[in-house]
């Protein structure tokens, strides 16, 4: 199935020749609170970001209430604790969504959710979601990301955990399913990731071998490892946010704050915008600087028919005279009328 190197969401062609697509996750730092859920589309709403993204699913949808050891997670931010738990404080109540779907449009934001069963997917396919979003965990869901692809929408696919061969079945499903259009995001699944593990060269190699817009689902600290994504051709940055860390929540270790996340937002529409393109001429911003290159001037005195050395001519700014490359030739010959220093060198002065 072939994949095409961009898509569009809502309006907004994404792809490696296109600004960055940042995205601003909410995840559950809203911590139960409807009202700060609102206050947060509100503070990434002013960051710039190009998308709010919030996640659809309920602790039943998304796991089993079972007091088994593999429902416990071992080691990590959330050591100790059961996925139901887990899942049940960072949960955004289904009766949440219109509110806060109605909240981002006010505001002009594009906004789309990650769902975790077909009941979310429903659920944004009623407030006509632009997008949808799966997860990394879930990329191995084919039933979901057939169903969520039927919808006609583009789906974004984080590829977290997931092999070559997983990717592609993923990406292949999501086209045939009937996606319009598909957005791989390399993504470590570690929370927090550390640099080390960011290994974003990925994103070059993944838009090489999949046809399709890359990005980076970013779980490191500040936006350094954004910023080097976008410079290897990274189309979308996804990143979590939070009104303050301090405020606590599941995700807030990993996320950004409006001022830092406000400096993402600049600093990869920057650095792609630094790219630019492979060119050897001189800019525009360039030209009144030519002036003030080396050239040729004369350093002291000559008289008439004197010759020209090194004691009297040699290549100092500004770039009025002779380029410095003649002055071997300009060397050992005599002047044809008497110089004065600080003139600069031109061929009718040299005999």
Not at 242 to 265: I, W
Request: glycine share 8%; net charge negative; with cysteine.
């Amino acid at each position: 199935m072939t994949a095409s190197p961009e898509i569009e969401i809502a309006g907004r062609k994404i792809g490696a020749d296109h600004p960055p697509y940042v995205i601003c996750e909410l995840s559950g730092n809203h911590n139960g609170s409807l009202e700060r859920c609102l206050s947060m589309v509100d503070a990434a709403a002013d960051t710039g970001c190009d998308a709010i993204k919030i996640q659809t699913y309920t602790a039943d949808t998304i796991t089993l209430d079972v007091d088994r050891p593999e429902f416990k997670i071992n080691g990590g931010l959330w050591d100790g604790r059961s996925l139901y738990e887990l899942y049940q404080e960072a949960q955004t109540p289904f009766e949440w969504h219109a509110a806060i779907f109605e909240r981002a449009r006010a505001r002009g934001v594009t906004i789309f959710s990650s769902p975790f069963d077909e009941t979310a997917v429903d659920l944004l396919a009623g407030l006509d979601a632009p997008a949808y979003k799966i997860a990394s965990f879930e990329a191995v869901d084919l039933p979901l990301i057939r169903y969520a692809a039927s919808k006609g929408k583009p789906l974004i696919i984080s590829t977290g955990m997931a092999n070559l061969a997983e990717i592609q079945t993923a990406r292949d499903t999501a086209l045939e399913a009937g996606a319009a259009g598909v957005l791989l995001l390399h993504c470590v699944s570690s929370y927090p990731a550390t640099f080390a593990d960011a290994n974003v060269r990925t994103v070059a190699d993944m838009a090489t071998r999949f046809g399709c817009p890359i990005g980076l689902s970013d779980h490191t600290p500040g936006t350094a490892a954004s910023v080097a994504a976008v410079s290897v051709g990274a189309a979308a940055i996804e990143k979590h946010f939070t009104l303050a860390r301090a405020d606590g929540g599941p995700d807030s270790a990993f996320s950004l704050e409006p001022v830092e996340f406000k400096a993402l937002v600049d600093d990869t529409k920057n650095a792609w915008a630094a790219l630019g393109r492979a060119h050897y001429d001189v800019l525009g911003s360039e030209e009144a600087n030519l002036q003030y290159r080396r050239s040729l001037y004369v350093t002291a005195d000559v008289p008439a028919g004197a010759i020209l050395s090194r004691d009297n001519v040699r290549s100092v700014r500004p770039g009025i005279g002779l380029p410095p490359a003649d002055l071997d030739k300009v060397l050992g010959r005599p002047a044809a009328r008497a110089l004065t220093r600080g003139e600069p060198l031109a061929w009718d002065m040299v005999g």
